[in-house]
Every structure is written in structure tokens, then in C-alpha cells.
T-cell receptor, first 116, second 115 residues
Framework: AQKVTQAQTEISVVEKEDVTLDCVYE???????LFWYKQPPSGELVFLIR??????QNEISGRYSWNFQKSTSSFNFTITASQVVDSAVYFC?????????????FGQGTILTVHP | GAVVSQHPSRVICKSGTSVKIECRSL??????MFWYRQFPKKSLMLMAT?????????EQGVEKDKFLINHASLTLSTLTVTSAHPEDSSFYIC???????????FGPGTRLLVL
């Protein structure tokens, strides 16, 4: 079974600050995917990134960057120069393999509030 | 691309009635759809997985007779909450995934309030 821990329940920053959201996961699968989703106040989940466990190269997309460390089972997400529109709940989710293929296990989420 | 819609976005009903929620993939064929439930300030809880043309697979603790799921086509899945009660009030979200795809794309969710 998959398990994911997002230790930061809530984070509050001032606009333009950098912020890192932590994600630590547990899995017995040898190959797997990891996802980050954003849930703004409107409620819909917005896909941010998918990472294959074979690919440990860090990724940057605009103000977003992800640090995948397979050795420590972490997949942290950094927002650079945060903006008010970044305020949302962010979920990290590993993707199961085997007989549970395709299921996402969501963490508790981190509520990010960016103040002007 | 990868747009998923849900209808209705919000529904209020009386206790004892049944409510149907539709989930549609608008620009891709969704071979698998997932239904989640989310309580306020909580995480998403997977209720069931449905593959097109097959019976849904329910997670442990989810009553299949209570939450009827149909996935009759590659673009539509429905969740029917039968004989709804106030404790069924929640935010229901669907997601869809195409064949050989790994990423689930989520609908905007449906807020159900049972009075």
C-alpha cells in the first residue's frame, strides 16, 4: 500500500517569497509515478506534474520546481517568487502499481496562503 | 486538452431522494474513471474505479448499493447516490484517464447537500 506524508498542514508566506512544500512517500513498488496537484478555492484539482521513479532529474517549469530524491523517498515542490494566485491546497500523490495500478493515494495536503 | 466536466456543480436535495452526478471527458477517451469524495479541509478519498464497459471496483467501506457507478461509454461515467441522507453531503470529484495514460485529470467537482 502506498502512503504519503505532507508534514506541513498550513504555510503562510508573503508575496514574492519562495516556498517549499514537502512530500515524503512510502511504496513497495519498484517503479511508480508521483504527482502533484493544486486545488484552488474553486475546488477542482489541477494537474501540475508527473514524475517517473526512474527519472531523478529535477524539473523546473516557470516558477515551479520539483526535487525528487528517491533515496529519501521525497518529492518536494518549490514555488519561487510566490503570488497571491498560488494560494491553494497542494496535494502530493504516488501512483500505485501492481493490482492497484493507477490508483492515487493523496496526502493530507498543504494549505498555502500567499499574502499580498 | 484533457478536460473533464462534471454536472451538476452543486445540488441540494431532500433526504431519501437519489442524485445522479455525471462526469464527462470532453477531448479524450477515458478508459478509466475514478470517483472521489472529499470532506471539508480533508484529503481526497477514493470511492471506486470504473473501467469502460465493466463493473466498478469499490474501495473497502464504500457501499456499492448506495453509490451506483456506471461507465457505459468512453466519455461518460455517472455516480448515483441512492436514498441520500445528510451524512452523504460532501464534495464529489471524478477523474479520468485515457488508455495507456498515467495521469488522471479531474473534473471541477460536485457539492452535494442533503437536507
Amino acid at each position: 500500500a502506498q502512503k504519503v506524508t505532507q508534514a506541513q498542514t498550513e504555510i503562510s508566506v508573503v508575496e514574492k517569497e519562495d516556498v517549499t512544500l514537502d512530500c515524503v512517500y512510502e511504496t513497495r513498488d519498484t517503479t511508480y509515478y508521483l504527482f502533484w496537484y493544486k486545488q484552488p478555492p474553486s475546488g477542482e484539482l489541477v494537474f501540475l506534474i508527473r514524475r517517473n521513479s526512474f527519472d531523478e532529474q529535477n524539473e523546473i517549469s516557470g516558477r515551479y520546481s520539483w526535487n525528487f530524491q528517491k533515496s529519501t523517498s521525497s518529492f518536494n515542490f518549490t514555488i519561487t517568487a510566490s503570488q497571491v494566485v498560488d494560494s491553494a491546497v497542494y496535494f502530493c500523490a504516488p501512483h500505485a502499481g501492481g493490482t492497484s495500478y493507477g490508483k492515487l493515494t493523496f496526502g493530507q495536503g498543504t494549505i498555502l496562503t500567499v499574502h499580498p | 486538452g484533457a478536460v473533464v466536466s462534471q454536472h451538476p456543480s452543486r445540488v441540494i436535495c431532500k433526504s431519501g431522494t437519489s442524485v445522479k452526478i455525471e462526469c464527462r471527458s470532453l477531448d479524450f477517451q477515458a478508459t478509466t474513471m475514478f470517483w472521489y469524495r472529499q470532506f471539508p479541509k480533508k484529503s481526497l478519498m477514493l470511492m471506486a474505479t470504473s473501467n469502460e464497459g465493466s463493473k466498478a471496483t469499490y474501495e473497502q467501506g464504500v457501499e456499492k448499493d448506495k453509490f451506483l457507478i456506471n461507465h457505459a461509454s468512453l466519455t461518460l461515467s455517472t455516480l448515483t447516490v441512492t436514498s441520500a441522507h445528510p451524512e452523504d453531503s460532501s464534495f464529489y470529484i471524478c477523474s479520468a484517464r485515457g488508455r495507456y495514460q498515467e495521469t488522471q485529470y479531474f473534473g471541477p467537482g460536485t457539492r452535494l447537500l442533503v437536507l
